[in-house]
């Protein structure tokens, strides 16, 4: 009766083990597809968001009337009150940009005659440190003529970091330059516009390097990661920051960005442990109810 009792639970505990691999499998896979639906809308949200910029970009750099106020601010007399009226006239008009698009912090303007500039009054740059830096030669690479800056992008030798995303465009009339723009988004621009609680991470697909996270877990997270090879488009079961992380990867449809997002294993098998957990006690019950009906129902 004892052996036979042991066998029966034996193989119970056998059938919960497999069982509990079986929902496991299940519940990361219907994981994986919701992981990779959530990539796929965090970029769509990111692409809608930086097209809307571009759009803006590029009827700045077509305004009749920007280029008006600028010629005219060229032409007057230095420390003139002309001048002082069309540099007034610059600012006015971007100004109102502002108004209309929330989640800009400043539109710079710099020309040969001069630097328009809404917030950044102490701004080193100018428009012949910017034309001589890299992020010159970057603009002019770009098929559309906008070039995508990361926060931690430097412009020039010496110069801090500017802190925040921002779009460069060289603005053009009758086919010469006549200044350059910088777009330069609020700090918490891409916080603010997925809205999600998420830990995640944006990295150059080529360098691998780290440039947007969304939590400080994020970040540590990815410290850890860089000694593992993540495929885009796959599960990785890794150990990161002291605990089992699932992280899910996405090539985004903006330059070479690529999306990585970590998700706490120990919060996930929460469901796995309970439906196992209620598997092996289903499982207990039924031996012993069949020894129960055993001792209740002697051999004769």
């Known amino acids: 009766m004892i052996i036979s009792m042991g066998l029966v639970l034996v193989l119970l505990l056998v059938n919960t083990f497999f069982t509990y691999k079986a929902t496991t499998g299940i519940v990361l896979k219907k994981t994986e597809k919701i992981e990779e639906s959530n990539l796929k809308q965090m970029d769509n949200k990111i692409s809608i968001a930086v097209s809307e910029i571009q759009k803006l970009s590029l009827k700045l750099k077509k305004s009749a009337r920007l280029f008006s106020y600028l010629k005219e601010y060229e032409a007057a007399s230095e420390f003139s009150f002309k001048r002082t009226q069309e540099k007034t006239k610059v600012l006015s008009l971007l100004s109102n940009v502002l108004d209309v698009y929330g989640r800009i912090y400043s539109i710079n303007v710099y020309t040969p005659a001069g630097e328009f500039r809404l917030k950044d009054k102490d701004d080193a740059s100018t428009y012949n440190t910017i034309k001589a830096s890299s992020l010159y030669r970057d603009l002019k ?75 400080d877990n994020a970040i540590k997270c990815f410290k850890d990661l860089k000694g593992y090879s993540i495929k885009p488009g796959t599960a990785e079961n890794l150990t990161l920051n002291g ?39 289903s499982y207990l019950a039924a031996m012993l109810f069949c020894a129960a009906a055993a001792s209740f129902f002697p051999k004769g």
């Open 243 to 281: 605990a089992q992380y699932i992280v899910y990867s996405k090539d985004s449809s903006i330059k070479d960005w690529r999306l990585i997002m970590f998700r706490d294993f120990k919060k996930l098998s929460t469901e796995m442990n309970v439906i196992g957990s209620y598997s092996l006690l």
């Open 141 to 215: 690479k770009t098929s559309d003529g906008i070039y995508i800056m990361e926060p931690d992008y430097i412009i020039g030798d010496g110069n801090k970091a500017l802190g925040r995303f921002a779009f460069c465009t060289a603005l053009e009339q009758d086919n010469a330059e006549a200044g350059i723009m910088l777009i330069i988004m609020e700090s918490e621009w891409l916080e603010n516009l997925l809205g999600e609680n998420i830990d995640a991470v944006i990295t150059s697909g080529y360098t691998n390097r780290n440039f947007w996270s969304s939590s």
